[in-house]
């Protein structure tokens, strides 16, 4: 027995059929092609497509810059060049300089010896000449001997004009450094061996420069054993 409340149910309604797609345009009949490319990062430059202007421009800024660079490099080695030459050249002008005083330094001390030299050779005139104007009797060798002490004495000014100065040894043992044994005396007192037993000609010397040692002679043992010398 039906229930009158319950409502009237009739049969279900069928599904609406399955309608086939819509139809493509020609144009788009073609299938859609796939994106495979990977997704770009989104921190990823951006792609800017300079002008051909301005990369020309970077290039001849770039150009001007080097040849600029290759020109300072270019004049500080011309400049570097000509301060090397203006040295050589001051450095051989000094050379010369030195040189040429060195010369005639060595002129005017050879002229003043020579100047000094022409003295004596007149000194030495003029006494010949007052000696033989004077009678033979005057003529005794001890006034020959007073005539050469002071031709002697003149030539030790003339040295002495050149700090050369001459000196004699102290004491009486033999100095080889200073002396120089111009003869040997055979004595038999073997005390007196290796002294000085007489002095022959003095020694000269320039400053601290030993220009001649002092000459002198010498004791030495009499059977020719234990000389110093």
Known sequence: M???????????????????????????????????????????????????????????RLETSLLSGFAEVLQEFRDKLALDRFREDQITRLHE????????????????????????????????????????????????????????????????????????????DFDPRRQTAARTVPVDDETRVGRVAERVRPGFQQGETLLQKERVAVYIAANGANAKV
């Open 97 to 172: 300089e030195l040189q040429a005083y060195r010369n005639d330094l060595i002129a005017r001390t050879a002229r003043q010896i020579l100047q000094g030299l022409i003295r004596l050779h007149d000194d030495l005139g003029r006494t010949t000449a007052s000696l033989r104007q004077r009678p033979a009797e005057e003529l005794t060798a001890e006034r020959f001997f007073q005539q050469l002490a002071g031709f002697q004495d003149d030539v030790e000014l003339l040295l002495g004009q050149h700090d050369v100065e001459r000196f004699e040894v102290p004491g009486e």
């Open 2 to 60: 039906e229930d009158p409340m319950s409502p009237d149910v009739g049969p279900p309604e069928p599904y609406p059929p399955l309608l086939p797609p819509p139809p493509r345009d020609a144009e788009s009949s073609e299938e859609e092609p796939i994106d495979t490319a990977p997704p770009q990062s989104d921190t990823a430059p951006p792609a800017v497509d300079l002008p051909a202007s301005g990369i020309d421009g970077a290039i001849q």
